[in-house]
T-cell receptor, first 114, second 115 residues
Framework: AQSVTQPDIHITVSEGASLELRCNYS??????LFWYVQSPGQGLQLLLK??????LVQGIKGFEAEFKRSQSSFNLRKPSVHWSDAAEYFC????????????FGGGTRLMVKP | GAGVSQSPRYKVAKRGQDVALRCDPI?????LFWYQQALGQGPEFLTY????????KSGLPSDRFFAERPEGSVSTLKIQRTQQEDSAVYLC?????????????FGPGTRLTVL
């Protein structure tokens, strides 16, 4: 069964600083990988996804993520954080050959200092 | 068109009561998912429909949980004899196709509090 670990429960960065949120997954083959953002009272919004091909994927709102098979990681990055990026971020993995459900990590809460 | 909608947005139930949570997916979306998100946790899969067929219910925590999607659009998640551990946000998602490749669009959730 697949699993996802987000080691950082909370992260605080200053506005304008760079950001990296960590995600490690466990899966027997190359999975589908996703990053979602959840703002208070809002549904989950997809930031980006990786299925195959180029291991650096670009998403919305200036986010990008890099798939590293050797490290079983899919870290999310942004070069310059804006105050509106404060939210909860979830990494998720989907199986290629068994069911359509997503398995989510526990989330990382991002706070942005002015 | 509109996104995924869920009702009610908030529900308070006394322990032992039955509750019904509704999900209106995006029109034309084949797949529908229910997830449970406990406080401070990531969403956890409950069940999955493709049209009206419930293809996976492996995540339902007990036989008190029941989901249906009789006409392949609106879905209802029913919880019988609610317990305090059922308190969580219940998220519904829909996707256009029947593959994990298809993006899942999430509703705002129903926050269930069991007293």
């Amino acid at each position: 069964a697949q699993s996802v670990t987000q080691p950082d429960i909370h992260i605080t960065v200053s506005e304008g600083a760079s950001l990296e949120l960590r995600c490690n997954y466990s899966y027997g083959a190359t999975p589908y990988l996703f990053w979602y953002v959840q703002s208070p009272g809002q549904g989950l919004q997809l930031l980006l996804k990786y299925f195959s091909g180029d291991t650096l994927v670009q998403g919305i709102k200036g986010f990008e993520a890099e798939f590293k098979r050797s490290q079983s990681s899919f870290n999310l990055r942004k070069p310059s954080v804006h105050w509106s990026d404060a939210a909860e971020y979830f990494c998720a993995v989907g199986a290629r050959n068994a069911g359509n459900m997503l398995t989510f990590g526990g989330g990382t809460r991002l706070m942005v200092k002015p | 068109g509109a996104g995924v909608s869920q009702s009610p947005r908030y529900k308070v139930a006394k322990r032992g009561q039955d509750v019904a949570l509704r999900c209106d997916p995006i029109s034309g979306h084949v797949s529908l998912f229910w997830y449970q998100q406990a406080l401070g946790q990531g969403p956890e899969f409950l069940t999955y429909f493709q049209n009206e067929a419930q293809l996976d219910k492996s995540g339902l925590p007990s036989d008190r949980f029941f989901a249906e999607r009789p006409e392949g659009s609106v879905s209802t998640l029913k919880i019988q004899r609610t317990q305090q551990e059922d308190s969580a946000v219940y998220l519904c998602a829909s996707s256009k196709g029947g593959s994990t490749y298809n993006e899942q669009f999430f509703g705002p959730g129903t926050r269930l509090t069991v007293l």
